[in-house]
């Protein structure tokens, strides 16, 4: 079955320190990946997506992923973390399976210590 | 631009209840999705609906739960008889259209506690 695996649950790190959280997905067709992010109080939102063509994607509060297709990973990263960081990011994977159906990891919590 | 609506908020029911929730997307929005988000796990999609049509519902447990769109705008989200274990938060999202690497958003969600 398709499943999509964010390997850290819980991170804490300090402000100005570099961020990244791993994901991978178990699909072998084509795929929009999607990074939301869940912050404290407030509903699920879009960090950032890829859809096509640069795997290298940038999305708002300077959130970057990358797309490496034979890894089946798109990882997300932040060179510089700041405390308004904390919050749950989630990996997203829409596949086509003759619709289209969208597969969130696990989750992961980001505590930033100011 | 007005976001997804739920409601209620919160729901406390015992188990062999019934309940049902509300969800209004975004207007324009053809495609509307519900998940059941079990505490410490990611969102699990139970059905999706493209216009007034059920495009997937391969996870929802239909002898319990049911869902409708009618006139493909607000939808509801029904459990009867509800389980301990439905306890969770219940999202409802939208998207503009089904695929095509649009991004979903979703609704503050519904939080249901089954006793």
């Known amino acids: 079955a398709q499943s999509v695996s964010q390997h850290n649950h819980h991170v804490i790190l300090s402000e100005a320190a570099s961020l990244e959280l791993g994901c991978n997905y178990s699909?072998?067709?084509?795929?929009?990946l999607f990074w939301y992010v869940q912050y404290p109080g407030q509903h699920l939102q879009l960090l950032l997506k890829?859809?096509?063509?640069?795997?290298l994607v940038k999305g708002i509060k300077g959130f970057e992923a990358e797309f490496i297709k034979s890894k089946f990973s798109f990882n997300l990263r932040k060179p510089s973390v700041q405390w308004s960081d904390t919050a749950e990011y989630f990996c997203?994977?829409?596949?086509?399976?003759?619709?289209?159906?969208?597969?969130f990891g696990a989750g992961t919590r980001l505590f930033v210590k100011a | 631009e007005a976001g997804v609506a739920q409601s209620p908020r919160y729901k406390i029911i015992e188990k062999r209840q019934s309940v049902a929730f509300w969800c209004n997307p975004i207007?324009?929005?053809?495609?509307l999705y519900w998940y059941q988000q079990i505490l410490g796990q990611g969102p699990k999609l139970l059905i999706q609906?493209?216009?007034?049509?059920?495009?997937?519902d391969s996870q929802l447990p239909k002898d319990r739960f049911s869902a409708e769109r009618l006139k493909g705008v607000d939808s509801t989200l029904k459990i009867q008889p509800a389980k301990l274990e439905d306890s969770a938060v219940y999202l409802c999202?939208?998207?503009?259209?089904?695929?095509?690497?649009?991004?979903?958003?979703f609704g503050p969600g519904t939080r249901l506690t089954v006793t």
């Open positions: 999202a939208s998207s503009l259209v089904l695929g095509g690497g649009y991004e979903q958003y």
């Open positions: 699909y072998g067709g084509t795929v929009n």
């Open positions: 890829y859809f096509s063509g640069d795997p």
């Open positions: 997203a994977v829409m596949i086509s399976t003759g619709g289209f159906k969208t597969i």
């Open positions: 207007s324009g929005h053809a495609t």
């Open positions: 609906f493209q216009n007034n049509g059920v495009v997937d």
